[in-house]
């Protein structure tokens, strides 16, 4: 065989994990004729693109790693609605149905945690995803919005399925801050799928919302088509320093 020249087609036809195959042994031992073995290359190569997107979705992604459903722990006070399952939230159904899931509760009780395993089983299923803790994404809006760069800001969002928008209420927002925040939301209503968490219940959002009427017509979007949890109980967090310091 030519080496330099299947290089060449190779690369004309976008295969690029093909020749790193053909050098390993059990591509050749696993097969009985050509058209298996040609059968068997061209499904490695669609396996090792769908690993490179992945890997690409993850990063874009900008999901804490470590925060994936291996390592969460479920618990009782994990209260979710009366017409949704742990099984249904975990096929991600929510998300081709672009609805909102919404988790309410103290801090520490598991909110942002199940929320980026959400995002990472997303990723995984080759759904493009977002994170942003809330009060650095209207920091970005406010400061797109200076500059005259909003609308290009806005289209790095248009591929995106999910966006989870973590710690709402932690940080209130200038007028201006949350009049942009609510007209990206509302941008998405319909039209993508969010995850939020918040350690306020949306009777206190008027805390971190100046505007009343903007403050209710943000929660209307957000929990139409939404599936609520309530996390109560104790601080995982608190907890483990106590037992730490006994």
């Known amino acids: 065989m030519d080496q330099l020249r299947f290089e060449t087609v190779c690369k ?28 068997c290359l061209l499904e490695k190569e669609l396996a090792c693109r769908e690993k490179v997107k992945i890997t690409r979705l993850l990063k874009q992604s900008k999901l804490p790693i470590n925060r994936t459903l291996d390592n969460y722990e479920w618990h009782e006070h994990i209260c979710l609605p009366s017409v949704t399952t742990k099984e249904e939230l975990l096929s991600l159904s929510f998300i081709r149905q672009k609805e909102n899931a919404v988790f309410v509760g103290t801090p520490g009780t598991g909110k942002t945690h199940l ?10 299923s080759g759904i493009e995803t977002r994170f942003w803790r809330v009060s650095e994404l209207v920091g970005e809006l406010e400061w797109q919005w200076k500059n005259n760069t909003l ?34 939301i509302s941008d998405w209503y319909e039209t993508k ?24 017509a943000l929660v209307d979007r957000l929990i139409h088509h939404a599936h609520i949890l309530s996390f109560t109980g104790e601080s995982f967090r608190l907890k483990n320093a106590l037992s730490k310091s006994n």
């Open 12 to 39: 004309q036809l976008r295969l690029p994990h093909i020749l790193q195959m053909l050098t390993t042994q059990d591509l050749e031992m696993t097969v009985e004729t050509k058209e298996d073995w040609l059968m």
């Open 193 to 216: 799928s969010v995850i939020l968490t918040s350690n306020l219940e949306f009777s206190q959002w008027n805390k971190i919302f100046i505007d009343p009427r903007l403050t209710a």
């Open 115 to 124: 929320a980026c395993a959400l995002g990472q089983l997303a990723t995984q």
């Open 151 to 184: 609308e290009v800001f806005k289209h790095r969002f248009d591929k995106v399925k999910l966006v989870i928008l973590d710690e709402m209420g932690y940080v209130p927002f200038t007028k201006e801050g949350a009049e942009l925040l609510f007209q990206l």
